[in-house]
């Protein structure tokens, strides 16, 4: 699901858009510039509850946390650094349908 802002990461929690549930949210602006004569510094705060997926170049950067995203809070980046995508730490219990799944004896559930 798409947000205008990071910080707006927060107010699609626990919604339902067409049915589904958003674990992964793609801000469209994620960063603040900071320029001081000659030098522009990016930085972001990525929002409690959230880990978030950053890439330089198009290339995924590992941050700090187990899994090789980056931990909430304030970032400093470089301006070609990019918050891809934010993963929701929330547990979201959801229930699938069951459709054509074989068994280890190759049998049909439905």
């Known amino acids: 699901m798409q947000v205008n802002h990071i910080r707006d990461a927060h107010s699609v929690v626990g919604l339902m858009p067409d ?3 958003p674990v992964s949210i793609v801000p ?3 960063n603040s510039r900071f ?3 000659c030098c522009c510094c990016c930085w972001t705060s990525v929002p409690s509850g959230f880990s978030a997926m950053v890439s330089a170049w198009g290339k995924d950067l590992e ?3 187990e899994d ?3 931990e ?3 970032h400093w980046m470089c301006p070609w ?3 891809n995508r934010l993963v929701s730490r929330q547990l979201i219990i959801f229930d699938t349908p069951v459709k054509a799944v ?3 004896d190759n049998l049909d559930l439905s």
Do not use: I, Y
């Open 19 to 21: 049915n589904f549930v």
């Open 28 to 30: 469209k602006h994620w």
């Open 35 to 37: 320029c001081c004569g």
């Open 63 to 65: 941050g700090a946390e």
């Open 68 to 70: 090789g995203t980056w």
């Open 72 to 74: 909430p809070g304030f």
């Open 81 to 83: 650094h990019r918050v």
């Open 102 to 104: 074989k068994t280890a």
